[in-house]
């Protein structure tokens, strides 16, 4: 059983464009979660999905920032317009209930 | 409310000694405990949880000592060894048994010297 799939696992863009990172959860699991660490600091939650709805998304920045699962396909975050301030890892979890898997991040990079 | 908060934010540990992180809770909606342990460059990884009905759970060299009513758990890690040199978290959750948001506590450095 595979685990938690992201790509890429390093991106590079420059102010202004636009960043997508999928997320392909393990077999089984119906819950997404995507988080945002910060160098030096812990993981910051920004939303949690399941296939075609969006059950919370209290930790998404109100602009710029989406993220969808649709009922086919990884699920993607999206940053548009780019800023240095966006520059983290973002690491997508997927769960069956509780315990949550994490895969192995994208590291965003903005020039 | 919904913060989780973690101590030490570094520690350095012999070989073979006992390695120990605490947390503290202030939310006492909060129901699943997990610890996660990230290697850099890596995505963490759960390592052991507990949920509050028990004090303690024990998995290998693995410890988590939980205190409901202190708002309290910590990690012990036994007869620690240079391959636990990483980064531990804290976390916590609502509605154990369900999926929930995690809320992370901001790590602790561990190294295990020989």
């Known amino acids: 059983n595979a685990g938690v799939m992201q790509n890429p696992r390093h991106l590079v863009r420059r102010r202004g464009q636009e960043a997508r990172l999928r997320c392909s959860p393990m077999?089984?699991?119906?819950?997404v979660y995507w988080y945002r660490q910060l160098p030096e600091e812990g993981l910051k939650f920004m939303v949690y999905?399941?296939?075609?709805?969006?059950?919370?998304e209290s930790g998404m920045p109100k602009e710029r920032f989406s993220a969808e699962f649709p009922k086919e396909g990884p699920s993607i975050l999206r940053i548009q317009q780019v800023v240095r301030g966006d520059s983290a890892a973002y690491f997508c979890?997927?769960?069956?209930?509780?315990?949550?898997?994490f895969g192995p991040g994208t590291r965003l990079t903005v020039l | 409310q919904q913060q989780v908060k973690q101590s030490p934010q570094s520690l350095i540990v012999q070989k073979g000694g006992i390695s120990i992180i605490n947390c503290a809770y202030e939310?006492?909606?909060?129901?699943?405990f997990p610890w996660y342990q990230q290697f850099p460059g890596k995505g963490p990884a759960l390592l052991i949880a507990?949920?509050?009905?028990?004090s303690e759970k024990k998995e290998g060299r693995f410890t988590i000592s939980f205190n409901k009513s202190a708002k309290q758990f910590s990690l012990h890690i036994m007869d620690s060894q240079p391959g636990d040199s990483a980064t531990y978290f804290c976390?916590?959750?609502?509605?154990?048994?369900?999926?929930?948001?995690?809320?992370f506590g901001t790590g602790t450095r561990l190294q295990v010297t020989l």
């Open positions: 979890a997927s769960s069956p209930t509780d315990e949550q898997f």
């Open positions: 077999k089984g699991h119906s819950h």
């Open positions: 999905l399941q296939k075609e709805n969006i059950i919370d």
């Open positions: 939310n006492t909606a909060f129901d699943y």
């Open positions: 507990i949920r509050p009905d028990v």
């Open positions: 976390a916590a959750s609502f509605m154990a048994g369900t999926a929930s948001k995690l809320t």
